[in-house]
């Protein structure tokens, strides 16, 4: 960490990049940490796929790049909370023409791919790890001020969105000690921190309730109810009129379900027409939108199949049984749902993770479920 704090201190032009399909704590990193390097006089641009409008709450958005990638010259480049360079999507041809290269992460499989890594797994965010960079940068503390003089309420809105991003909102595991002392300094600098945790963590359109209702009520259990599962078509979306963005919380809800071990949700991604052109979100589990083809299978149909949209004929715009490219969100209690995500060409953390296959709901369904519960049954939870 030395050495990236004297990198910083010393280089006068950055580009900061995080992962692909940007949440809250990638969001809350980059746009914060761009804002204390600006302060300090700096260039500095921010690279950033189009985001969902929750995070608009995360001040610093003129350090967004909008110009095209190819001209931009790189000296420094910063990658935050990414695990590795595929996950950099279109900021990679930035990182591989840069002088020299950071990364900041706490993601368990980040191998280190930057020249100067500063990775620690046990952080609930990089957010959290880039408010040590911040305060190790900022200039000498008056004697006794508790607050570093460069994190302003701005930085702090930024840092604090990225913790409750990824703790969802100091809730999970992740969420250390420290975490909360980070959060008490940042809550000094007059943060709207209700407003950060209703907007990015609570907020909801009538029309995302209404959706919600429709994935639950085709919720379905198995082992007796350790596992908690349902599925979203894009029709279902298009019903409702909302986009697949809208739909994280549908997870996490079912992972509240008591006895559940593992939830298990499948959904197509989709946006609305009245949000085209929009940002698209994703998750914060996101994977690497890696694509195993599955076969057809006409095995026997699951009974929860009968509980949803009726099947299909054989238009176009049939549900469960069309072969598309589905989204695979996990939720965990114990078992390593990251491990199975990897295996199925993702990733993600521990206890939440995610892959993106082609098949059709049906099949990927059972298949994931047939590995969870061979996963549940060997017992290694972690
Ligand atoms: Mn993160």
């Known amino acids: 960490m030395e050495q990236i704090i004297e990198l910083l201190k010393s280089r006068e032009s950055f580009v ?16 914060g940490l761009a804002m204390a390097l600006g ?39 910063i ?28 993601h368990e499989t980040n191998a280190g791919f930057a020249k100067y890594n500063f990775i620690d797994p046990g952080a609930s965010s990089t957010a959290e ?26 930085i702090a809105t930024a840092i604090y969105a990225g913790i409750v991003g990824d703790t969802g909102g100091f809730r999970y595991m992740s969420t250390g000690r420290s975490t909360m002392e980070v959060a008490a300094r940042l809550m000094d600098t007059g943060i709207p921190f209700t407003d950060i945790y209703r907007e990015m963590l609570l907020g909801h359109s009538f029309e995302a309730a209404k959706a919600f209702g429709l994935a639950l009520g ?46 298990l949700f499948l959904y197509e991604r989709h946006q609305s027409a009245k949000d085209a052109g929009a940002p698209e979100a994703t998750s914060v589990d996101t ?8 076969e057809r299978s006409d095995a026997a149909t699951q009974a929860w199949i009968s509980s949803t949209q009726p099947r299909e004929d054989d238009s176009d715009t049939s549900s469960i049984t069309t072969q598309r490219k589905i989204k695979v969100s996990m939720r965990s209690r114990g078992l390593h749902v990251g491990q199975i995500a990897a295996s199925l060409g993702g990733g993600g953390h521990r206890l939440a993770a995610g892959c993106t296959m082609v098949g059709t709901i049906e099949d990927i369904m059972r298949q994931v479920l047939e590995i969870l519960e061979l996963e549940l049954k060997a017992g290694d939870l972690c």
């Open 218 to 263: 085709a919720a379905g259990q198995a082992m007796g109810g350790r596992i908690v599962y349902t599925h979203m078509t894009r029709e279902m979306l298009v019903a409702t009129g909302v986009d697949s963005s809208d739909m994280d919380s549908v997870v996490e809800y079912l992972m509240n379900t008591k006895g559940a071990d593992v939830a």
């Open 79 to 106: 990658a935050l909370d990414c695990a590795d360079t595929e996950r950099l999507s279109a900021a990679r041809a930035l990182f591989d023409r840069a002088q020299t290269t950071v990364c900041i992460d706490h």
């Open 129 to 154: 790890m880039v408010f040590g960079v911040i305060e190790a940068l900022s200039p000498v503390i008056a004697s006794g001020a508790k607050q570093s003089n460069l994190i302003d309420a701005d």
């Open 16 to 31: 900061i990049a995080g992962h692909t399909a940007p949440d809250g704590d990638t969001i809350g990193s980059c746009l």
């Open 287 to 294: 994977a690497r939108q890696h694509e195993s083809v599955e």
């Open 39 to 77: 302060k300090l006089g700096k260039k500095v641009v921010v690279v950033l796929e189009p985001y969902a409008a929750k995070y608009r709450v995360i001040p610093g958005r003129k350090y967004l790049c909008r110009s095209s990638l190819e001209t931009l010259k790189v000296d420094v480049f």
